[in-house]
């Protein structure tokens, strides 16, 4: 079964769904989802709450900050800390629901979300089994695997002269996340990132928005949840890693895997960054699934 939630985030209200088993007795496990750059919860998520409501647990999925259905401003930012807050809001929003069974809740992510489970399950107790699916591990360093060289210094400049504008009450800078043109202004310039975002928001998603402020390219830049992946232990921590993946990084993503503590385990996806939700989706949602059966 699954129902429309809202719930507040520090003055903030995240909207989603919370999918319960149809037939449970007594209190169930929860997992905790939302998604990656930009996505919206349509874009699979669904497919995945699903799985893991079948399996006999709830799924709490929303839509992050200034994304989809919740609110939030400046529309179309993210920020990967107040990210990593809105998870934690919704663990503690989630714990107090009935039915649930508040020391059994576990953490999935993908993508820019699955670097927020590696570091949510690094400094929440609270949760106790965590998922992280073609995970960002180095912004820093997988920002210089797809930005040009030569265009580097251009995009410091561009930081700067945003933060002059919006010193000036001028509104954020925007940039689209994707591009059919893979020489043309992206966020995230791959060819299979404008072939999944443009299809999966068209034939699922129509609140998906092709923009993201430039600010968030910044905060991008900042982010290391590879930092946190040795404090994770002893949550239980399965990583998903498409060995294709050249978009969030899967080399940086093993170091991670290598740098993480027991207990752990890794599962390899033959494919790209996108495949993890479609072509291998049962392979990853089972996985996830199975995984969190285990330890919860």
């Not at 993946?245 to 993503?253: Q, T």
Request: charge should be negative.
């Amino acid at each position: 079964m699954r129902r429309d939630i809202e719930f507040n985030a520090e003055g903030v209200t995240l909207r989603g769904w919370l999918y319960t088993p149809d037939r449970a007795s007594g209190s169930v496990p929860a997992i905790v989802m939302a998604h990656g750059f930009s996505a919206v919860k349509e874009m699979h998520l669904d497919r995945y709450a699903e799985v893991f409501s079948a399996a006999g647990m709830a799924a709490l999925v929303f839509d992050n900050r200034n994304f989809g259905a919740s609110d939030g401003t400046p529309r179309q930012e993210i920020d990967p800390w107040q990210q990593v807050r809105d998870y934690r809001h919704a663990i503690t929003w989630v714990r107090q629901q009935p039915g649930i069974d508040r020391n059994r809740i576990g953490v999935w992510g993908s993508s820019y979300s699955g670097g927020h489970v590696l570091v949510v399950s690094a400094i929440d107790r609270r949760v106790k089994c965590a998922v992280s699916q073609v995970p960002l591990a180095s912004g820093s360093r997988n920002l210089k695997r797809l930005v040009r060289a030569d265009m580097a210094a251009i995009l410091r400049e561009q930081f700067d002269a945003d933060r002059e504008a919006r010193m000036k009450g001028e509104a954020p800078m925007m940039l689209p996340v994707v591009s059919e043109d893979p020489m043309g202004p992206a966020a995230l310039p791959t060819p299979d990132s404008w072939t999944w975002f443009t299809a999966t928001g068209k034939e699922r998603a129509p609140s998906w928005r092709n923009e993201v402020t430039l600010r968030t390219v910044e905060m991008l830049s900042e982010y290391e949840p590879v930092a946190y992946v040795e404090r994770i232990s002893p949550t239980p921590l399965l990583m998903l890693i498409a060995d294709g993946d050249h978009l969030a990084i899967a080399e940086e993503a093993f170091i991670a895997y290598q740098r993480a503590l027991e207990p752990k385990s890794l599962v390899v996806l033959k494919g790209g960054h996108f495949d993890a939700y479609v072509q291998d989706f049962e392979k990853s949602s089972g996985a996830a699934r199975d995984w969190f059966l285990r330890h919860l």
